[in-house]
């Protein structure tokens, strides 16, 4: 069955965030995204008031919302809350009763994601029936037409693997001594473009299918802005160093470089250009609305914390590194981190970011 096949994850390779409720969970290190989330309220709110096709509304009394990329919560939860809020007003502002519509939100991330977590956090209080999709989201996850509103934050500069020009030894691709992209070769980053620009038709292709037509898709997508060059990138900035961590062990032998120079981050920032054109190739959506969120990096307080920075890193990457080198490095592997990302302190202030925020409406088939 093609079908099967395509709803599969065998695309993506196993990098959950660390599950779990602990001091160094995602749950308790996602402060960063929680706020993202918060700052964009108004966005999310204004899209679905004036985007939102009231047609989706009477069609069916229930409205079904797929979030990807949930990891563990809570900010997941925060996101449906304020989409079903904004949903609900939009409804009424039709003259409509909203207490005759149902919601259903499915939370999709890969199979290693530790749902249980998920499942154990959700309000008790919510209004929705909930539901755990697992699967990459690079291939196909609903039937056709039955999605009326996908939302992501943070989870799309995630691959669906490493390029494997990166990782033949014998290529010109090879990055030996690094675990990301920004500061190496053209080749290497030719190649990671590339797998991006797969990545997104296949992403932009499986939702098109899934999504009602007039339906809408809301993305938080961290980038690079225009004209930065990759290695002036924030995120990026932070990778690399975490990445000058890892050469420091394996030159002390605690870590065979060997397996440093098998390893890189499967993780992407795309500019507001290939956004766009990823968005024109697939030819199935409109750009409804975008903004550009860059003022809350200068406000945040997690960059501006080497130590908080560390443990948010650690509860997003923990999983990909355990996968590498075992888990008997990690603690030293970023207790280095913290210092060095203090000792580095202002070239990190001097990263540029930005969360493109993103509303694309399903033309009509």
Known sequence: ?????????QLCAAYPVRGGDGPSSYAVNSVYQRGAVAAAKEFISKAIE???DTEIL?????FRIADLGCAVGPNSFFSAENIIEAVQLKYKSQGLNSQTLEFQV??????????????????????????????????????NASINLFHSAFAIPWMSQVPKTVMDRNGPAWNKGRIFYSDASDEVVSAYEAQNAEDMERFLHARAQEI????????????RPDGTPHSHTLPNLIYQILGSCLMDLARKGVVDEEKVNSFNIPNYLMSSKELENAVEQNGCFSIERRENLDHFFAHDTVYKSPQLLASQIRASLEGLFKQQFG?????????????KLEEQQSMVESGKA????????????
């Open 58 to 62: 009477l069609s069916s009394k229930t």
């Open 354 to 365: 930005v969360v493109f925020l993103l509303v694309l409406r399903r033309l009509a088939n």
């Open 50 to 52: 004036e985007k939102l």
């Open 212 to 223: 009602v037509s007039g339906g809408l898709m809301v993305f938080f997508i961290p980038g």
């Open 1 to 9: 069955m093609a079908r099967a096949e395509e709803t599969s994850d």
């Open 106 to 143: 499915f939370f999709n991330d890969i199979t290693a994601n530790d749902f249980n977590k998920l499942f154990r956090s959700l309000p008790s209080n919510r209004q929705y029936y909930a539901a755990g999709v697992p699967g990459s989201f690079y291939g196909r996850l609903f039937p």
């Open 327 to 339: 888990d008997e490095i990690l603690d030293e592997l970023f207790e280095l981190y913290g210092k």
